[in-house]
T-cell receptor, first 112, second 110 residues
Framework: EDKVVQSPLSLVVHEGDTVTLNCSYE??????LLWYKQEKKAPTFLFML????IEKKSGRLSSILDKKELFSILNITATQTGDSAVYLC????????????FGGGTRLMVKP | DGGITQSPKYLFRKEGQNVTLSCEQN?????MYWYRQDPGQGLRLIYY???????QKGDIAEGYSVSREKKESFPLTVTSAQKNPTAFYLC?????????FGAGTRLSVL
């Protein structure tokens, strides 16, 4: 059974801080790992990672995958109150369509 | 305006009642999915459909049913057999291995 574990469960920081969110996984026939941001309702897509060691970056957010140690991190630098959200990590297997197995999420609160 | 539309936003179910949640997409995506999210938890897959007139059970299909008669539409029925239906329900569709989500329906039991 596929397993995705995110840590920490929740995190409170102040604006300007840098945060690192963790996602570890156990999955048979791994294809990719995805990060989503969920503010109130619909999760919005952030990154898809398929190769080890290649950083994906979008503004203040970046993510990297380690396929040997089976984990990914999501970094957010110079946090803003608008970064407050639940961050979800999910994995896909080969030969399983586009189905995702999600972790429990990390709830980030950024205080002014 | 392209996207995934879920309705209603809020829904209340009485004991023994079946209710249907709507999911419509105009993105021309082949695959569609239904997830359930409980407070403080991640998403769990209920049903998915890779193509019209075909669908498969996910991890927690018991007490739910779906249909996929049109590419654009993938309604989810929560039946009276689902004893704990209170949750946030999310519909998604996918292309190029990425799933995109609707705004969700929050279902509560009266």
């Amino acid at each position: 059974e596929d397993k995705v574990v995110q840590s920490p469960l929740s995190l409170v920081v102040h604006e300007g801080d840098t945060v690192t969110l963790n996602c570890s996984y156990e999955v048979t026939n791994f294809r990719s790992l995805l990060w989503y941001k969920q503010e109130k309702k619909a999760p919005t897509f952030l990154f898809m990672l398929t190769s080890s060691g290649i950083e994906k970056k979008s503004g203040r957010l970046s993510s990297i995958l380690d396929k040997k140690e089976l984990f990914s991190i999501l970094n957010i630098t110079a946090t803003q109150t608008g970064d407050s959200a639940v961050y979800l990590c999910a994995v896909q297997r080969n030969n399983a369509g586009n189905m995702l197995t999600f972790g429990g999420g990390t709830r980030l609160m950024v205080k002014p | 305006d392209g996207g995934i539309t879920q309705s209603p936003k809020y829904l209340f179910r009485k004991e023994g009642q079946n209710v249907t949640l709507s999911c419509e997409q105009n993105l021309n995506h082949d695959a569609m999915y239904w997830y359930r999210q409980d407070p403080g938890q991640g998403l769990r897959l209920i049903y998915y459909s890779q193509i019209v007139n075909d669908f498969q059970k996910g991890d927690i299909a018991e007490g739910y049913s779906v249909s996929r008669e049109k590419k654009e539409s993938f309604p989810l029925t929560v039946t009276s057999a689902q004893k704990n239906p209170t949750a946030f329900y999310l519909c998604a569709s996918s292309i190029s291995n990425i799933q995109y989500f609707g705004a969700g329906t929050r279902l509560s039991v009266l």
